[in-house]
């Protein structure tokens, strides 16, 4: 949609934010005669996003227009050594080459590697910094297939999560967001709506003016908890304990919905043996509440019409991540929530969309690699140690070291946990490493190339949503900034150096759009529950509701109601036939994690550490923006201590402290709170090389991986803190 008016000088872009967050909101971008940028708004036709933005992009033009971006191809000068740089002064380390030659010394250095390790010994590391179809995974997918390059496990942030609630529903549906206003009980469980979801905000406050509550179950008290009725501040990972006491309460008093149970779940009976064990005294003793508090929570919950749990990725991020959602997942299936609109639970709406995604990423192009069949899998939780051990350690199936590293849609410097692995592997000398990326990052200064990319009012792209059932159409408003090309762009251009021949490389955006809408010949897609989108139609509106949301007044979506489900049973599974047949336990169990307060290193490391992230950023990005910076000035460089801890260690207010483990050690400023209970310290996540030891939150962390999904464990970390030395 680019809609002008005759005699203004300016006309107006439909384009579609694509970070990193649910709320995937339609963007209207005007530009001015000269093709420049000079407004940006929330589309006020898009009934999620309702008009505005987040704090975080409502001034992206200054991320746009800003005089840091990385503009041209770089190439690392001969002898500079790869290390951590101060902020300002990256540009030092490299020199500018045209885009020629940057794709010619690429396409030489990766054929060289794969001449002499194999072409499995590159690796591709990306993630959903681009939440675009086809910023994400699309020609880049096609060119690592072809290439024969490892497959990239991209776990980092919501497969435990994901995997659990699938093996509970099959698929990722959830309680329309719009719906959330009929609610009666809001559960924010590991939500920091306000944060990080705030265009489900607006229906949280309608559905709290017609009465509803909010609760807020977060260690942490977030600003979201802040404004909650309730906030439970339980312990960090004992989310499925609080789930399972819950479940324990309701079956006691006979507060399920047997009609419910009895017509679309699987395993009940199962269930109901192991929660006996979950009494509230025992749940009590875990997570921090009181018994009472269990009760009431519990019996709020399950006698509240309608009751929604808008559960976020937070809960998933420790080592029984997968537990936690499965057991969360399964409290509206025990209590019939799902029968009541408004009710039920949304962790994420990304099953909906049904893109094809095998005409978009082409993984039958790894019949034509060298190997000539799918590459391994390398799981990116463990970047740390991929890069400095695999294949090391005389394990032949573990197949040859990574020589060579693709980054792009994120930053690893940053974000990827025990980060001294991570940097140690990106330091290697015989480790060759190119970035794609808008700035200099905690990453680029590893980079042997660094190559600009473009933002997504600089590209033409398409997308879903993980917080709202609409797809988008996302158009390119302005020329990319400088010479900064887009994921599209650079690895088709790529495959052509590398001497790929497929047709394929050579499509454009919007031929691939197509593709993935599986567009026919009237121009309409054939996509299950996309069939009504005619690409014309979407072209122009901007975005088109999935079939089932359409008529949302009169035939109002609601998930899991009726019908046969994509799990093995064919219903909701209490009990998992799955996990069942992998020989693991098919019930929902409170296993304490071994990094917390339970296990055996608590001993010498007592406090349990949250590496939080900030509101105002996107995980890492938007790190480097003074505008963004000044918004979390009052928490960067801080750890948040209970005052309890702080006495008991002679901590006060202000001090210099020295955080550690066996990982690492980092130097935070005391900030004393009780926005957390007291065993529980929070620092946050900032780039390394913000911190004057050009470290961050992550040399703490560790390369455990969640029971389910082979995610990172952020939040079962153990720490000592002390005042630090002078
Ligand atoms: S970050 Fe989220 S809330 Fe902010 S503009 Fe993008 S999609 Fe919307």
């Given at each position: ?74 190439k690392r000068?001969p002898g500079v050594a790869k290390e951590p ?8 380390a ?11 010394g690429i396409?030489t250095r990766l054929k060289q590697v794969a001449?002499r390790y194999g072409p499995e010994s590159i690796l591709p590391y ?23 390059a490892s497959?990239l ?225 390398v799981?990116m939780?463990t970047l740390g140690f991929a890069l400095t051990e695999l294949g090391r ?5 573990e197949g040859h070291p990574v020589h060579a590293l693709f980054v792009y849609?994120s930053?690893p410097g940053?974000?990827a946990?025990?980060h001294h692995a991570v940097v140690r592997g990106l330091m290697r000398d015989d480790l060759f490493t190119v970035v794609h ?5 905690d990453t680029t200064d590893y980079a042997d190339y660094v ?276």
């Open positions: 949609m680019a809609a002008a008016s005759p005699v203004s000088p300016f006309h107006i872009v439909h384009t579609v934010c694509s970070h990193d967050c649910p709320d995937s909101c339609g963007v209207l971008v005007t530009v001015n005669a000269e093709g420049r940028a000079v407004k940006i708004q929330g589309d006020p036709a898009h009934p999620v996003t309702q008009g505005f933005l987040c704090g975080k992009v409502a001034k992206y033009l200054d991320r746009v227009y800003s005089p840091d971006r990385v503009l041209y191809p770089l000068k740089r101060p902020r300002g002064r990256e540009m030092e490299f020199v500018r080459v045209s885009w020629d030659e940057a794709l010619d396409a001449e990306s993630y959903a910094g681009n939440m675009g179809l086809l910023g994400y995974g699309s020609m880049d997918r096609r060119f690592f297939h072809r290439l024969g497959q496990d991209r776990t980092i942030c919501s497969e435990a999560g994901g995997q659990a609630w699938n093996l509970v529903y099959g698929r990722k549906l959830g309680t329309p967001t719009e719906d959330f206003r009929l609610a009666k009980l809001i559960v924010a469980w590991g939500a920091n709506i306000h944060g990080n979801n705030i265009h489900l905000w607006p229906f949280i406050e309608q559905a709290r003016r017609n009465g509803g509550r909010l609760i807020v179950i977060d260690p942490y008290r977030t600003r979201t908890a802040a404004l909650a009725d309730w906030h439970i501040a339980i312990r960090p990972g004992t989310d499925a304990a609080l789930a399972l006491g819950m479940m324990h309460v309701i079956l006691r008093e006979g507060l399920e919905d047997r009609a419910y149970i009895d017509a679309m779940t699987h395993g009940f009976g199962e269930l109901k043996e192991r929660v006996r064990e979950y009494t509230p005294e025992k749940v009590a003793a875990w997570t921090g509440m009181s018994a009472s508090q269990v009760k009431s929570l519990a019996r709020e919950y399950a006698s509240t019409r309608p009751a929604v749990i808008r559960l976020n990725y937070g809960v998933q991020r420790s080592e029984n991540g997968g537990a936690n959602v499965r057991a969360i997942a399964m409290l509206p299936a025990l209590t019939g929530a799902w029968k009541h609109r408004g009710g039920g639970a949304q962790l994420s709406t990304s099953g909906a969309f049904r893109w094809n995604e095998d005409a978009l990423r082409r993984p039958d192009l790894a019949q034509r690699s060298p190997l000539g069949r799918l590459a391994r899998t799981n939780s350690n005389g394990h032949a199936h849609n930053n940053a974000v946990p025990n990326e808008q700035f200099f990052t190559l600009p990319a473009t933002t997504f009012l600089e590209h033409t792209d398409a997308q879903g949503a993980y917080g709202h059932y609409f797809v988008q159409w996302s158009h390119q408003a302005i020329e990319p900034v400088g010479e900064a090309r887009s994921n599209v762009w650079l690895f088709g251009r790529l495959a052509q150096r590398m001497g790929f021949e497929e047709e394929c490389f050579r499509d454009t955006p919007e031929a691939m759009i197509h593709q993935a809408l599986g567009v026919n010949g009237g121009g309409r897609s054939t996509n299950p529950g996309m069939e009504h989108i005619a690409v014309n139609e979407l072209k122009a509106k901007g975005h088109v509701p999935l079939a089932f949301h359409r008529e949302p007044e009169s035939a109002p979506f609601q998930p899991y109601v009726s019908g046969e489900l994509p799990t093995p049973s064919g219903k909701v599974e209490f009990c998992s036939a799955t996990l069942a047949a992998q020989g693991q336990d098919p019930l929902p169990a409170f296993v304490p994690p071994v990094e917390s307060r339970w296990g055996a290193e608590a001993k010498r490391y007592p406090m349990e550490l949250l590496g939080r992230k900030n509101d105002n950023y996107m995980n890492s990005t938007f790190a480097n923006l003074e505008g963004h910076r000044k918004m979390e000035k009052h928490k960067a460089g801080k750890l948040e201590m209970h005052p309890a801890d702080a006495a008991a260690r002679g901590i006060g207010e202000g001090d210099r402290v020295r955080i550690f483990n066996d990982r690492g050690e980092l130097r935070l400023t005391a900030l004393l709170a009780d926005a957390l209970p007291a065993g529980v310290v929070a620092g946050r996540l900032d780039w390394a090389k913000f911190h004057p030891e050009a470290a961050n939150i992550n040399v703490l962390t560790s390369e455990r991986l969640t029971d389910i999904g082979g995610s990172p464990t952020f939040y079962s970390v153990l720490v000592e803190v002390e005042k630090a030395g002078a």
